[in-house]
């Protein structure tokens, strides 16, 4: 039976391919707009199925196996969509920036298949506090990273450069995100080893 918790992780796996369509057009700052809000009604989604799960007691299976991919579906998504849309380029190191948001995406598909080979030995691996940390990082920068090409004229100048503001706060906190993802991804893989005999 689905729960409300169950239909709004389903529903978040639903807008994905509307969020990265409206992503797919660069120079379109509306378009651009209406994703950062759906990124938002998306992430406000993810707090509420969690919390309504816990508050009723009805965490279900197919809540604790929908949760965590449709979040990373949406990370990779919009990632990917980013990178070829030529977002995730800066001042200073141009496309350098794709390197951390792959570090990133690497991480999640690897942290899945270890969660699935770990599952099937009937290990848990909790998530830990800082790999909390690198979700919200992840989160600020990939909506930053949006909001900045939806308001293009928010900037400001610094060595002579105009920058975005909301795209330099997306750029430096997705390299905090790359950081913490291999401390994280690291800490996994240690636990996954000692199983591994």
Same mark, same amino acid.
């Given at each position: 039976?689905?729960? !409300?918790?169950?239909?709004?992780?389903? +529903?978040r796996i639903?807008?994905?391919?509307?969020?990265?369509a &409206?992503?797919?057009?660069?120079? $379109?700052?509306?378009?651009?707009?209406?994703?950062?809000?759906?990124?938002?009604v998306?992430?406000? %989604?993810?707090? @509420?199925?969690?919390?309504?799960?816990r508050? +009723? =007691?009805?965490v279900?299976?197919?809540?604790?196996?929908? *949760?965590?991919?449709?979040?990373?579906?949406?990370?990779?998504?919009?990632?990917?969509v980013?990178?070829?849309?030529?977002?995730l380029?800066?001042?200073?190191? =141009?496309?350098v920036h794709?390197?951390?948001g792959?570090?990133?995406?690497i991480?999640e598909?690897? #942290?899945?298949? &270890?969660?699935? @080979?770990? =599952?099937g030995?009937?290990?848990?691996?909790? #998530?830990?506090?800082?790999?909390?940390?690198?979700?919200?990082?992840? &989160?600020i920068?990939? =909506? +930053? !990273?949006?909001l900045g090409?939806?308001l293009p004229? $928010?900037?400001?100048?610094? *060595?002579g450069?105009?920058?975005?503001?909301?795209?330099?706060?997306?750029?430096? +906190?997705?390299?905090?995100?790359a950081?913490?993802t291999?401390? %994280?991804?690291w *800490?996994? !893989?240690r #636990?996954?080893?000692?199983h591994?005999?």
């Amino acid at each position: 039976m689905l729960t !409300l918790p169950n239909i709004l992780t389903m +529903s978040r796996i639903a807008m994905i391919p509307l969020l990265a369509a &409206l992503l797919w057009w660069p120079g $379109w700052h509306a378009g651009y707009l209406a994703a950062f809000a759906l990124y938002c009604v998306m992430g406000i %989604t993810d707090y @509420f199925d969690g919390m309504l799960a816990r508050q +009723s =007691g009805r965490v279900s299976k197919l809540g604790i196996f929908l *949760d965590p991919i449709a979040d990373k579906i949406m990370v990779v998504s919009v990632i990917l969509v980013l990178a070829a849309m030529g977002v995730l380029n800066g001042p200073y190191a =141009g496309d350098v920036h794709v390197i951390a948001g792959m570090t990133i995406v690497i991480r999640e598909i690897a #942290v899945s298949g &270890l969660r699935e @080979f770990l =599952g099937g030995l009937q290990v848990s691996v909790p #998530v830990s506090k800082l790999a909390k940390w690198k979700t919200t990082f992840q &989160l600020i920068s990939l =909506g +930053s !990273l949006i909001l900045g090409e939806g308001l293009p004229g $928010w900037t400001m100048e610094a *060595d002579g450069i105009v920058h975005n503001v909301p795209h330099i706060v997306g750029l430096i +906190s997705l390299w905090g995100a790359a950081v913490l993802t291999v401390i %994280t991804g690291w *800490d996994y !893989l240690r #636990v996954g080893l000692k199983h591994m005999d």
